[in-house]
């Protein structure tokens, strides 16, 4: 299998040549999904007994599967969180694999955790935490919120032996990514979403809510995860004032800036985040507004060992991890998965390649388009601004649309292959979220797509 042959000259080739058109391609097709038993009919069974082939196998992927994918990068994905990954950092992911490093410690890893570890140092830098904050790359936000709630939850449990036996509580807002909820569900903890307006959360909605506890809930409380950039909206809640709240009640304060970490490297929206260095740990995800590939999220923690107490695996056979003679950074000793991938490597290679400059002006260029496109709304009459742009988010209407309006003209986008921008609900009613990232969609972008709502 690992013998050099034909077929493998031929597959790295096509892998190649398949590779570099791809990345040479900024409007790759869009393509939408097909039933499983209509792809099944189009390629047939793909695994068997004697192989199919580098070349064929390739073909199908090449012809018909991807086919039925749609590319985060296409300029008029404007949908979700979309991603705009750089050519160097999709490059490098091809280097990640070729090299193949054992990822969880410094003893296998030394030479790409110390590359991890410069992208991290940038990370944290533009956090503004105290010295001695660091972190580490994870899967994503939701593995590195898990992460940083588990270690807030463990440091609770040391620091307070006579609730262990509660069930831990957090408080976070309606605002909040639906993995905090969902990872509270994997640790077994309850969530109370303050329901403030407009998916805001200020330290005085907070304080009202903690002084509204009964004496057995503020005794499990143990969390308050702030949201720096909603999902939705683009919104960063009041992370000084509740800093200051957290502080008072010696609560752990999370900053979940999953979609809108990139931002804290624009100087024009910097502000917005001050508190964030208050932060006992925070999450950024470099797959959504940092332009690395899947998967990259980040969790970044003010005291490491807390971390390293919660997380670090014990085992016979890793014991020589420990030793003096591995002594080194030990990723997997900061969050929940052991094996891993040196995923913060494409990160590095192209922050050291284009430098930190470049991908301040790629992240302000989200900002100014989301702001270009609430122009443009607010000057089109059959349009509504529901309020103002927020980082790289428009919330909008279209005048006399119901729900179903706005579903059938997704579909229409999408299956002609056209543009990916979904609906949200912004106050319960039926909205259009656009989501910029990718710094190469044009203004002709945005006035293509706003002309089909005519
Ligand atoms: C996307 C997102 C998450 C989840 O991150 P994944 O990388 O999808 O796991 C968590 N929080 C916020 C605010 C997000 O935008």
Same mark, same amino acid.
């Given at each position: 299998?690992?013998?050099?042959?034909?077929?493998?000259?031929?597959?790295?080739?096509?892998?190649?040549?398949?590779?570099?058109?791809?990345?040479?391609?900024?409007?790759?097709?869009?393509?939408?999904?097909?039933?499983?038993?209509?792809?099944?009919?189009?390629?047939?069974?793909?695994?068997?007994?004697?192989?199919?082939?580098g070349?064929?196998?390739?073909k199908?992927?090449?012809?018909?599967?991807?086919?039925?994918?749609?590319?985060?990068?296409?300029?008029?994905?404007?949908?979700?969180?979309?991603?705009?990954?750089?050519?160097?950092?999709?490059?490098?992911?091809?280097v990640?694999?070729?090299?193949?490093?054992?990822?969880?410690?410094?003893?296998?890893?030394?030479?790409?955790?110390?590359?991890?570890?410069?992208?991290? %140092?940038?990370?944290? @830098?533009?956090?503004?935490?105290? /010295?001695?904050? $660091?972190? *580490?790359?994870?899967?994503?936000?939701?593995a &590195?919120?898990?992460?940083?709630?588990?270690?807030a939850?463990e440091?609770?449990?040391?620091?307070?032996?006579?609730?262990?036996?509660?069930?831990?509580?957090l408080?976070?807002?309606?605002?909040?990514?639906?993995?905090?909820?969902?990872?509270?569900?994997?640790?077994?903890?309850?969530?109370?979403?303050?329901d403030?307006e407009?998916?805001?959360?200020?330290?005085?909605?907070?304080?009202?809510?903690?002084?509204?506890?009964?004496?057995?809930?503020?005794?499990?409380?143990?969390?308050?995860?702030?949201?720096?950039?909603?999902?939705?909206?683009?919104?960063?809640?009041?992370? %000084?004032?509740?800093? @200051?709240i957290?502080?008072?009640? /010696?609560?752990? $304060?999370? *900053?979940?800036?999953?979609?809108g970490?990139? &931002?804290?490297?624009?100087?024009?929206?910097?502000?917005?985040?001050?508190?964030?260095?208050?932060?006992?740990?925070?999450?950024?995800?470099?797959?959504?507004?940092?332009?690395?590939?899947?998967?990259?999220?980040?969790?970044?923690?003010?005291?490491?060992?807390?971390?390293?107490?919660?997380?670090?695996?014990?085992?016979?056979?890793?014991?020589?991890?420990?030793?003096?003679?591995?002594?080194?950074?030990?990723?997997?000793?900061?969050?929940?998965?052991?094996?891993?991938?040196l995923?913060?490597?494409p990160?590095?290679?192209?922050?050291?390649?284009?430098?930190?400059?470049k991908y301040?002006?790629a992240?302000?260029?989200?900002?100014?388009?989301?702001?270009?496109?609430?122009?443009?709304?607010?000057?089109?009459?059959?349009?509504?601004?529901?309020?103002?742009?927020?980082?790289?988010?428009?919330?909008?209407?279209?005048?006399?649309?119901?729900?179903?309006?706005?579903?059938?003209?997704?579909y229409?986008?999408?299956?002609?292959?056209?543009?990916?921008?979904?609906?949200?609900?912004?106050?319960?009613?039926?909205?259009?979220?656009?989501?910029?990232?990718?710094?190469?969609?044009?203004?002709?972008?945005?006035?293509?797509?706003?002309?089909?709502?005519?």
């Amino acid at each position: 299998m690992h013998t050099i042959d034909m077929d493998l000259v031929e597959m790295t080739l096509d892998v190649m040549k398949y590779t570099i058109d791809r990345i040479s391609n900024v409007t790759p097709e869009l393509g939408s999904p097909k039933k499983e038993e209509d792809l099944l009919r189009m390629v047939g069974e793909t695994i068997t007994p004697e192989g199919i082939g580098g070349e064929n196998a390739f073909k199908l992927f090449r012809d018909v599967l991807v086919k039925a994918t749609v590319p985060i990068d296409h300029p008029r994905h404007l949908a979700f969180v979309p991603a705009a990954p750089t050519r160097a950092a999709i490059m490098f992911d091809l280097v990640t694999s070729a090299s193949s490093i054992h990822g969880a410690y410094w003893m296998e890893g030394a030479g790409g955790i110390f590359c991890e570890n410069q992208a991290m %140092k940038w990370l944290v @830098s533009l956090t503004k935490l105290p /010295k001695g904050a $660091f972190g *580490v790359f994870t899967s994503g936000g939701t593995a &590195a919120n898990l992460s940083a709630l588990v270690t807030a939850r463990e440091a609770w449990r040391d620091e307070k032996p006579e609730f262990a036996r509660e069930r831990a509580l957090l408080l976070t807002s309606n605002g909040a990514h639906s993995s905090i909820k969902s990872m509270a569900k994997v640790m077994d903890a309850d969530v109370i979403l303050i329901d403030s307006e407009d998916e805001y959360l200020s330290g005085a909605d907070l304080k009202k809510t903690i002084d509204g506890l009964s004496i057995q809930d503020r005794n499990r409380l143990f969390a308050v995860v702030a949201t720096g950039g909603t999902t939705n909206a683009g919104i960063i809640d009041d992370l %000084k004032t509740i800093a @200051s709240i957290c502080e008072d009640e /010696k609560l752990w $304060f999370h *900053v979940d800036c999953a979609y809108g970490g990139g &931002a804290l490297a624009a100087d024009s929206v910097r502000h917005l985040f001050e508190g964030i260095e208050k932060a006992d740990s925070i999450t950024i995800d470099p797959h959504k507004w940092l332009f690395s590939p899947y998967d990259c999220g980040a969790v970044i923690y003010k005291n490491l060992e807390l971390a390293k107490k919660a997380h670090s695996q014990k085992g016979a056979y890793l014991e020589i991890f420990k030793d003096e003679g591995a002594q080194g950074f030990n990723p997997a000793d900061y969050q929940i998965q052991l094996t891993r991938r040196l995923r913060g490597l494409p990160l590095w290679f192209s922050l050291a390649m284009h430098g930190t400059n470049k991908y301040k002006r790629a992240i302000e260029r989200g900002i100014e388009l989301a702001q270009i496109a609430a122009e443009k709304i607010k000057a089109n009459d059959k349009l509504e601004l529901v309020r103002p742009a927020s980082l790289s988010v428009v919330l909008f209407k279209r005048k006399e649309w119901s729900a179903e309006d706005y579903r059938d003209w997704t579909y229409k986008n999408h299956r002609e292959g056209f543009a990916l921008v979904t609906p949200s609900l912004w106050k319960d009613e039926s909205v259009i979220r656009f989501c910029f990232i990718n710094p190469d969609t044009t203004e002709e972008d945005i006035d293509k797509i706003l002309k089909t709502l005519e």
